[in-house]
């Protein structure tokens, strides 16, 4: 179970300081993301550690995230350290 947590922590890690830490706001990250603002806040909070671990971010998701950064799903993977 915890190589599943360490694996949802990299994926937000990757979000979070690759993307969200360079948006404007959260809230302008996630409208242009057209994703939920409490998302974006569960997600910075998993990557900064200050949250546990018990999200499990949809595929549709990182989905709708990965094509506003014009970022192939497999591009996405290959960028995850694993």
Do not use: H
Request: net charge positive; glycine share 2%; proline share 0%.
């Amino acid at each position: 179970m915890d190589d599943e947590k360490d694996v949802i922590t990299d994926i937000c890690k990757y979000i979070y300081f690759n993307w969200i830490s360079k948006a404007e706001s959260q809230r302008d990250f996630a409208s242009k993301c057209g994703v939920e603002e409490s998302t974006v806040r569960r997600i910075k909070n998993i990557a900064l550690g200050t949250s546990r671990v018990d999200y499990n971010m949809s595929l549709k998701t990182l989905i709708k995230i990965c094509q506003k950064k014009q970022v192939t799903l497999e591009i996405f993977f290959s960028n995850i350290k694993r």
